[in-house]
């Protein structure tokens, strides 16, 4: 079965860190493109970062570059994303997703649950 399962979420206090795990299972996410998406409530899911299968190259958002850092690690077929100096505004919901495509694609193919993050004081 394939699945995808974020873990690491929080309360942390403003400019404060968190990493993010998304471990695979049914899966290997070496030869899958990953993505961190956020929803904070009441607005639309953004893309915050990627790493891609081919070479592993990686995309940041604009507002999340200089403080965020997407990994792999392929002995535990997990990604993670290490968020530090944490905002208010980026209290959300985190997903991870994955596809097999090439890159860092638009569209993804599995999902995980989510984790909650909040940055508050």
């Known amino acids: 079965q394939v699945q995808l399962v974020e873990s690491g979420g929080g309360l942390v206090q403003p400019g404060g860190s968190l990493r993010l795990s998304c471990a695979a299972s049914?899966?290997?996410?070496?030869?899958?493109?990953v993505g961190w998406f956020r929803q904070a409530p009441g607005k639309e899911r953004e893309g915050v970062s990627c790493?891609?299968?081919?070479?592993?190259?990686?995309y940041y958002a604009d507002s999340v570059k200089g403080r965020f850092t997407i990994s792999r690690d392929i002995a535990k077929n997990t990604v993670y994303l290490q968020m530090n100096g944490l905002k208010p505004e980026e209290t959300a919901v985190y997903y991870c997703?994955?596809?097999?495509?090439?890159?860092?694609?638009?569209?993804?193919?599995?999902w995980g649950q989510g984790t909650q993050v909040t940055v508050s004081s």
């Open positions: 997703a994955a596809s097999a495509r090439l890159g860092c694609p638009p569209e993804y193919s599995y």
């Open positions: 049914g899966f290997t996410l070496d030869y899958f493109a």
């Open positions: 790493i891609s299968s081919s070479d592993g190259s990686t």
